[in-house]
């Protein structure tokens, strides 16, 4: 009996490793080996080896698998014009060898797998989905801080950070060293996980990553947050108002454009080496001080809350003024005689913003404290940008065209 036991045993086991051995030849990859060495000639496959490619990038922390499909990445000799057979466009590879930088430092993806969904980190719970199309120009900040000289390569990165600016986003978020904290900070927005964003997924088509979060809430807001009213809520609880982050109206270019620029802030440190400092910031020089008030208008992001130029307020639910952010048309009237008070108020904000119904919330938006942020000549002109405001008061709505500055390089540091 134990001799049939035993017998038995065996062949169950033999048929188990045959069943592996099988399985293991007809994984995705092999088969895309395959298909890729068919297509060559005798000549062509010399030196070429099949199985598992790894890259190990001990700098970077990365091990990358993506060569094992992406065979003719770095062949251009040898390369088809599908996918995955293509060599890499331009000269990428040899600013970045694939040796040194992997593949997944620039294009996210899952570096450790072998089938196609799971590397292009098309699977639940992977954080970092391939960065697709333009959408890779993200990663260059991540080593460049030279922009500038990369502008005909970032062209989307370069405008989603002039947006950021123009659109008044620091006047709520901060980007580590600078913003406001009226929301979330954004230093690291690009490497925070989804399942921390303040998002409700189930108002959320798929898929649910940081990506198509980025994109959705930036094309409509309160897609994600549409508030919660006191009828549909448990006895006893607070409404929940809508996001206080406005619907810009941005285009799908300009979606995108600020998507890239939202991913490329990432928690990444890589090594010095591997690292390009940036260029010296460009002073800027004045006319009058309501050209150097308006630059300091853009700088704060005061446009987010208060409107392009201060001319219209931004909605702000159980506001005591109007229930939106004021327009700021009317300060030469309020304060030309207490400019002090004017100035007390920009340096330690208003927080909370009064309300209209005092049984309702707080309102979301609410002006911030500035006195760490500026200079006293800065308030001075923000001051006299803001009373020059009220010469429009007669003309048409259409605003004028921000005030012309000139730029002169920075001295050089001593």
């Not at 947006?163 to 620091?170: A, D, S, T």
């Amino acid at each position: 009996m134990k001799r049939v036991l035993f017998v038995v045993l065996s062949a169950l086991l033999a048929g188990l490793f045959f069943f592996a051995l099988v399985r293991d030849q007809m994984r995705e990859w092999t088969g895309i080996q395959w298909k890729f060495m068919k297509t060559l000639h005798k000549e062509e496959k010399q030196g070429l080896t099949g199985g598992i490619k790894q890259v190990i990038i001990n700098d970077l922390n990365r091990v990358d698998r993506c060569t094992t499909c992406h065979i003719a990445i770095d062949k251009p000799q040898l390369a088809l014009a599908e996918e995955p057979f293509t060599a890499h466009p331009g000269k990428y590879l040899e600013w970045h060898p694939i040796d040194k930088f992997g593949c997944t430092v620039c294009h996210g993806g899952q570096g450790l797998a072998t089938e196609v969904k799971a590397a292009h980190g098309d699977v639940a719970h992977w954080e970092e989905p391939l960065l697709r199309g333009p959408l890779v120009q993200a990663s260059c900040r991540q080593c460049h801080g030279n922009l500038s000289e990369l502008s005909s390569y970032v062209p989307l990165l370069i405008k989603g950070k002039e947006l950021f600016k123009e659109k008044g986003c620091y006047g709520c978020h901060a980007i580590k060293d600078f913003g406001q904290t009226v929301s979330v900070d954004l230093g690291e927005v690009g490497s925070k996980s989804h399942q921390l964003m303040e998002a409700d997924f189930e108002n959320m088509p798929h898929p649910h990553n940081r990506i198509h979060w980025m994109m959705t809430k930036l094309h409509n807001p309160r897609t994600l947050n549409p508030g919660v009213t006191a009828d549909h809520l448990p006895l006893g609880e607070e409404e929940v108002f809508p996001t206080g982050m406005p619907n810009f109206s941005l285009t799908d270019e300009e979606i995108q454009a600020l998507t890239v620029y939202l991913l490329s802030l990432t928690d990444a440190n890589p090594p010095v080496s591997y690292t390009i400092p940036p260029e010296p910031e460009l002073v800027k020089t004045f006319d009058n001080d309501v050209a150097r008030g308006y630059a300091v208008f853009e700088k704060l992001g005061c446009a987010g809350c208060h409107g392009p130029e201060g001319l219209g307020g931004r909605r702000n639910w159980n506001n005591g003024l109007g229930e939106e952010a004021p327009s700021l048309i009317y300060v030469k009237a309020y304060y030309e005689n207490n400019v002090e008070s004017l100035k007390t108020l920009i340096r330690n904000g208003r927080q909370p913003a009064p309300r209209m119904n005092v049984k309702r919330p707080n309102p979301a938006l609410y002006m911030p404290a500035w006195k760490d942020k500026m200079t006293e000549s800065e308030f001075n002109a923000l001051v006299a940008y803001l009373f020059s405001l009220a010469e429009r008061l007669p003309s048409s709505p259409v605003a004028p065209q921000a005030p012309a500055v000139s730029e002169t390089p920075a001295p050089a540091a001593q």
